[in-house]
């Protein structure tokens, strides 16, 4: 089956491409996911129009996450936790903590953005990335101190 791409798929292709799948992956998965169009001849001719509004939309989802940077950005986490004399917190900070701080602060980012290898179980500064958009990363400074 001839689809058109509406986002980039991975082993697939880019938007605004005209692929040929298989019927059963276009109609049970790309189509009801807003992935992609039947290729008709109607789509065809519209193609252009297609593409022009998935990139308006895409600057602009873009735009609000450069913006979502921004806030982060400006926020400074600071979290107080027991430890031991070593340095070592009795427990952990994780990307659910986080996550509930920036909700508090009026920011909703999903736990599974926040990108921490491992939940952070040392006293010190430390630097969290976030995936916001796959062009956009913000850094969050987040500060465990002994309580």
């Known amino acids: 089956m001839k689809i058109i791409l509406l986002d980039d798929v991975s082993k697939v292709g880019r938007r605004g491409e005209v692929r040929e799948v298989s019927d ?64 070592k917190l009795f427990g952990s900070v994780t990307s659910q903590d986080i996550a509930d701080f920036l909700v508090g602060h009026g920011l909703k980012i999903d736990r599974r953005r926040i990108t921490l290898d491992e939940p952070i179980k040392t006293l010190g500064e430390f630097s969290v990335s976030m995936r916001l958009h796959p062009e956009v990363t913000a850094q969050l400074r987040v500060t465990v101190a002994r309580e």
Request: no cysteine; hydrophobic share 35%.
């Open 24 to 87: 059963g992956y276009a109609r049970n998965f790309l189509i009801p996911k807003k992935l992609a169009l039947s290729a008709t001849a109607g789509n065809l001719k519209n193609l252009e129009h297609i593409k022009t509004q998935q990139d308006a939309k895409a600057d602009r989802a873009k735009a609000d996450a450069e913006s979502l940077r921004s806030r982060v950005e400006a926020l400074a986490y600071e979290e107080r936790r027991q430890a031991s004399e070593e340095g």
